[in-house]
């Protein structure tokens, strides 16, 4: 993974080399040499890259951390909690609505004490969407009782990643540690890192695991209570145990990282003061734009400006009383923060500031506040000058004319307006009237008639040409073929997937319909909430002016794993029985996020975290079946489909609309090729998914009101092929069909077997 240049630190007491690397690759450069127990972890950009590079080191051979997959980071939140109460080291990494999402469980692990460390790498909090860095995830952070520790460059992740577990094992804290490093700005720059040359000295700073005299839950000899139920004075005297190991952790930070700095020569206090000894004027930030500033104290120090700037190592504990005596006798200090708190009068950086002048006694240091570089937006020498300009003026007058307000924003222009681009469809163009789906009263099933497909070219496209799809993606050419099976008017849901991202970059958007996004998890409670709104207000007369010729036909796009995080949503509205349309495209991985494994994933197959080594042999652990899964609620109709078989897949979706408006909750699945990650040619998806069907592994089938039906059998047609032949396509299988994975592809293949056979038995069986 590193660029080993064998050139070792002339400072410190111990063997240190030099190498060359990202943010995100020093946090799992650290965790290697840690050796965690385990990491849970779900992909969100920009943290996702940690995992991957664990996975690869894994493959490889270099460390034993068992690397866990979740199926959202509140699950990878809970496998973390719960490794840590069994008495081992545990380790994770998240980003803004991941963070968000696993929030609930962060006070638990506080509260209970069990110590871990997750990097944090700070991104924008959605909405709207926006996955560059600010620290909105980190200001939620604040109220969790964890330690947190500031890293502005990629040598301070290193650092802080190694004391980090040491901090949170001290007897005197017991406490989960957070490392927290800017998205993109620190977490994918390359820059030169010193590091331990050798593990074991890295094990002698950090000492030995597990520590004794503290309870797991794997001691049976002492067996534990671990988050009983607690009414007060209980619980108020251990929220008042946990705030005490608050505050110890500055101390044992403090002396933690002077051991560290005699063992490397680098040193990280408490407070990184810059020119502060006779400072008039300061700015105070956080993290990468901390470092920017320098230069620019430099340039007006030049200038005869008395400058200095502040910037914390540790912002939990927030270091009250070394700040106020930092600023002791400043007359002026700017505070930047990259979030706001809406409705506080600035972030919480500044607030906190206050009022830690406040309560040291320090009434003359006029503070400015200003919020910037939100959702990545960079942060120049130029803004810097700027920030200090406010504390000059300030000076000049005496007093603060604006104390907050927002820098780096636009005002609006009417001129500049989002115009609409793409007109309305017309119900005449879409309701055709050459698709016929009737009831069969004898079967119980729906008898569907479909033109020629060339009859259907005329109806126009639901998505405009104009998305920012990877070549030969095959989401549209699916989605567009489905969509000719709907006739009339729909209303679409897109969970976060790499079908949201590429269709609507503000202001413009490839949706001709109306289209609604929500989080990767969310989308059929989403949904749902709509379907049922229309209902009501149907009810009510509240939409007899629109004219609807028909109902809307409600339909949810989901793909990019999001039937792995959202499928408990996606459980309850089944069993609520919505009427609407849950439409999966099923790349076989979390394409979106870089390729990372998801639960749809088949077994062998490489992906970013399931690579292919010495050690491991891509995916460990078989697909999940979400189609069975979903039929498994009994909701009316379930199908499966490919781009390779038009018909099929168009009188499907002619189906999927009737029962969707006349019965409740249908459910899809199609296959459908990512050639960018699938190692694959752009022109080749409609063949490989063809491949997939005919090898078995992804069948045709649909369930019908319980009753299942194969509708495209290869066995039948003389068409089978080996499943080998199929993974012989893709660059990302190919490994499978070396003598090397000859057992993995035996596992593979008679799994698939197993579930075709099952198939063909409910095919043949009503009640099955």
Same mark, same amino acid.
């Given at each position: 993974?590193?660029?080993?240049?064998?050139?070792?630190?002339?400072?410190?007491?111990?063997?240190?080399?030099?190498?060359?690397?990202?943010?995100?690759?020093?946090?799992?450069?650290?965790?290697?040499?840690?050796?965690?127990?385990?990491?849970?972890?779900?992909?969100?950009?920009?943290?996702?890259?940690?995992?991957?590079?664990?996975?690869?080191?894994?493959?490889?051979?270099?460390?034993?951390?068992?690397?866990?997959?979740?199926?959202?980071?509140?699950?990878?939140?809970?496998?973390?909690?719960?490794?840590?109460?069994?008495?081992?080291?545990?380790?994770?990494?998240?980003?803004?609505?991941?963070?968000?999402?696993?929030?609930?469980?962060?006070?638990?692990?506080?509260?209970?004490?069990?110590?871990?460390?997750?990097?944090?790498?700070?991104?924008?909090?959605?909405?709207?969407?926006?996955?560059?860095?600010?620290?909105?995830?980190?200001?939620?952070?604040?109220?969790?009782?964890?330690?947190?520790?500031?890293?502005?460059?990629?040598?301070?992740?290193?650092?802080?990643?190694?004391?980090?577990?040491?901090?949170?094992?001290?007897?005197?804290?017991?406490?989960?540690?957070?490392?927290?490093?800017?998205?993109?700005?620190?977490?994918?720059?390359?820059?030169?890192?010193?590091?331990?040359?050798?593990?074991?000295?890295?094990?002698?700073?950090?000492?030995?695991?597990?520590?004794?005299?503290?309870?797991?839950?794997?001691?049976?000899?002492?067996?534990?209570?671990?988050?009983?139920?607690?009414?007060?004075?209980?619980?108020?005297?251990?929220?008042?145990?946990?705030?005490?190991?608050?505050?110890?952790?500055? /101390? &044992? %930070?403090?002396?933690?990282? @002077?051991?560290?700095?005699?063992?490397? !020569?680098?040193?990280?206090?408490? =407070?990184? +003061?810059?020119?502060?000894?006779?400072?008039?004027?300061?700015?105070?930030?956080?993290?990468?734009?901390?470092?920017?500033?320098?230069?620019?104290?430099?340039?007006?120090?030049?200038?005869?400006?008395?400058?200095?700037?502040?910037?914390?190592?540790?912002?939990?504990?927030?270091?009250?009383?070394?700040?106020?005596?930092?600023?002791?006798?400043?007359?002026?200090?700017?505070?930047?923060?990259?979030?706001?708190?809406?409705?506080?009068?600035?972030?919480?950086?500044?607030?906190?500031?206050?009022?830690?002048?406040?309560?040291?006694?320090?009434?003359?240091?006029?503070?400015?506040? /200003? &919020? %910037?570089?939100?959702?990545? @937006?960079?942060?120049?020498?130029?803004? !810097?000058?700027?920030?200090?300009? =406010?504390? +000059?003026?300030?000076?000049?007058?005496?007093?603060?004319?604006?104390?907050?307000?927002?820098?780096?924003?636009?005002?609006?222009?009417?001129?500049?307006?989002?115009?609409?681009?793409?007109?309305?469809?017309?119900?005449?163009?879409?309701?055709?009237?050459?698709?016929?789906?009737?009831?069969?009263?004898?079967?119980?099933?729906?008898?569907?008639?479909?033109?020629?497909?060339?009859?259907?070219?005329?109806?126009?496209?639901?998505?405009?040409?104009?998305?920012?799809?990877?070549?030969?993606?095959?989401?549209?050419?699916?989605?567009?073929?489905?969509?000719?099976?709907?006739?009339?008017?729909?209303?679409?849901?897109?969970?976060?997937?790499?079908?949201?991202?590429?269709?609507?970059?503000?202001?413009?958007?490839?949706?001709?319909?109306?289209?609604?996004?929500?989080?990767?998890?969310?989308?059929?409670?989403?949904?749902?909430?709509?379907?049922?709104?229309?209902?009501?207000?149907?009810?009510?007369?509240?939409?007899?002016?629109?004219?609807?010729?028909?109902?809307?036909?409600?339909?949810?796009?989901?793909?990019?794993?999001?039937?792995?995080?959202?499928?408990?949503?996606?459980?309850?509205?089944?069993?609520?029985?919505?009427?609407?349309?849950?439409?999966?495209?099923?790349?076989?991985?979390?394409?979106?996020?870089?390729?990372?494994?998801?639960?749809?994933?088949?077994?062998?197959?490489?992906?970013?975290?399931?690579?292919?080594?010495?050690?491991?042999?891509?995916?460990?652990?078989?697909?999940?079946?979400?189609?069975?899964?979903?039929?498994?609620?009994?909701?009316?109709?379930?199908?499966?489909?490919?781009?390779?078989?038009?018909?099929?897949?168009?009188?499907?979706?002619?189906?999927?609309?009737?029962?969707?408006?006349?019965?409740?909750?249908?459910?899809?699945?199609?296959?459908?090729?990512?050639?960018?990650?699938?190692?694959?040619?752009?022109?080749?998806?409609?063949?490989?998914?063809?491949?997939?069907?005919?090898?078995?592994?992804?069948?045709?089938?649909?369930?019908?009101?319980?009753?299942?039906?194969?509708?495209?059998?290869?066995?039948?047609?003389?068409?089978?092929?080996?499943?080998?032949?199929?993974?012989?396509?893709?660059?990302?299988?190919?490994?499978?069909?070396?003598?090397?994975?000859?057992?993995?592809?035996?596992?593979?293949?008679?799994?698939?077997?197993?579930?075709?056979?099952?198939?063909?038995?409910?095919?043949?069986?009503?009640?099955?």
């Amino acid at each position: 993974m590193a660029i080993d240049l064998s050139q070792e630190a002339k400072k410190g007491k111990v063997e240190q080399k030099i190498v060359y690397e990202s943010g995100n690759e020093m946090a799992a450069y650290a965790a290697h040499q840690i050796n965690y127990h385990i990491m849970g972890y779900f992909p969100i950009s920009p943290s996702t890259e940690v995992a991957q590079f664990l996975d690869l080191m894994k493959a490889n051979g270099q460390h034993d951390i068992v690397l866990i997959p979740a199926d959202g980071e509140h699950g990878s939140a809970g496998l973390c909690y719960g490794a840590s109460t069994a008495g081992g080291r545990v380790f994770n990494a998240t980003s803004a609505n991941g963070y968000l999402y696993m929030l609930e469980q962060m006070p638990v692990q506080s509260g209970t004490r069990f110590p871990m460390v997750m990097n944090l790498v700070c991104r924008s909090v959605s909405g709207p969407l926006d996955i560059h860095g600010d620290h909105s995830d980190l200001y939620f952070a604040l109220n969790t009782g964890w330690p947190i520790l500031m890293c502005r460059d990629p040598q301070a992740v290193y650092d802080m990643n190694i004391m980090a577990i040491k901090l949170a094992e001290d007897p005197e804290v017991r406490l989960p540690v957070l490392v927290a490093s800017d998205g993109y700005f620190t977490s994918h720059q390359k820059r030169r890192v010193e590091v331990f040359a050798h593990r074991e000295d890295v094990h002698a700073f950090i000492g030995p695991q597990p520590p004794t005299g503290f309870p797991d839950t794997l001691d049976r000899d002492n067996p534990v209570t671990v988050g009983p139920y607690m009414n007060e004075p209980d619980y108020i005297n251990n929220c008042y145990q946990q705030s005490v190991a608050m505050y110890n952790a500055e /101390r &044992v %930070y403090d002396r933690i990282r @002077k051991e560290y700095a005699e063992l490397t !020569g680098r040193d990280y206090p408490i =407070l990184d +003061l810059y020119r502060m000894e006779d400072a008039e004027v300061a700015v105070f930030l956080l993290n990468s734009a901390s470092e920017i500033i320098k230069d620019v104290v430099d340039q007006l120090r030049a200038k005869g400006i008395k400058a200095g700037s502040i910037a914390p190592n540790l912002i939990r504990p927030f270091p009250q009383k070394a700040i106020a005596d930092a600023l002791r006798h400043v007359k002026a200090v700017t505070v930047g923060d990259r979030a706001d708190s809406y409705g506080a009068h600035g972030g919480n950086m500044v607030n906190e500031i206050k009022a830690a002048l406040f309560t040291h006694q320090n009434h003359d240091t006029m503070v400015i506040s /200003r &919020v %910037y570089g939100l959702g990545g @937006k960079d942060f120049y020498a130029e803004d !810097g000058h700027h920030f200090f300009q =406010l504390a +000059l003026d300030a000076l000049a007058k005496g007093r603060v004319e604006v104390p907050f307000d927002y820098y780096g924003h636009t005002p609006g222009d009417p001129e500049k307006a989002p115009q609409r681009i793409l007109n309305p469809m017309k119900y005449e163009d879409l309701k055709t009237g050459l698709i016929t789906v009737t009831p069969n009263e004898e079967t119980g099933k729906l008898n569907v008639r479909i033109p020629p497909l060339r009859s259907l070219t005329k109806k126009p496209k639901r998505l405009a040409p104009g998305h920012g799809a990877c070549p030969g993606c095959g989401i549209f050419s699916g989605l567009e073929l489905f969509f000719k099976g709907i006739e009339g008017d729909i209303v679409a849901l897109f969970q976060t997937g790499c079908a949201m991202v590429v269709t609507t970059g503000f202001p413009y958007s490839a949706h001709k319909a109306t289209y609604i996004h929500n989080l990767f998890q969310n989308g059929a409670a989403t949904l749902s909430g709509v379907v049922e709104m229309f209902w009501e207000r149907k009810r009510r007369g509240e939409l007899d002016h629109l004219n609807l010729k028909d109902d809307f036909t409600f339909v949810m796009v989901t793909g990019d794993g999001g039937m792995d995080i959202g499928m408990g949503p996606a459980i309850g509205a089944a069993l609520r029985n919505h009427k609407m349309i849950i439409l999966e495209y099923d790349n076989e991985g979390y394409m979106n996020t870089g390729a990372q494994l998801s639960y749809s994933t088949p077994i062998g197959h490489r992906t970013s975290t399931s690579n292919v080594g010495s050690h491991q042999g891509g995916k460990l652990f078989h697909h999940k079946d979400t189609a069975q899964i979903m039929a498994a609620t009994n909701i009316p109709y379930v199908f499966t489909g490919s781009e390779a078989f038009p018909q099929d897949l168009v009188k499907k979706a002619a189906k999927a609309q009737w029962y969707a408006q006349n019965e409740g909750l249908v459910y899809g699945k199609i296959l459908i090729t990512c050639p960018l990650n699938w190692l694959s040619e752009d022109q080749d998806g409609t063949d490989i998914v063809g491949a997939a069907v005919n090898s078995c592994f992804f069948p045709l089938y649909e369930v019908e009101r319980g009753v299942t039906t194969i509708t495209y059998n290869p066995e039948e047609k003389n068409k089978k092929i080996p499943l080998a032949d199929w993974l012989k396509t893709m660059g990302k299988t190919r490994h499978m069909v070396k003598p090397d994975y000859a057992e993995a592809l035996q596992h593979f293949e008679r799994e698939v077997e197993r579930r075709w056979t099952i198939l063909k038995a409910k095919h043949e069986n009503p009640y099955l």
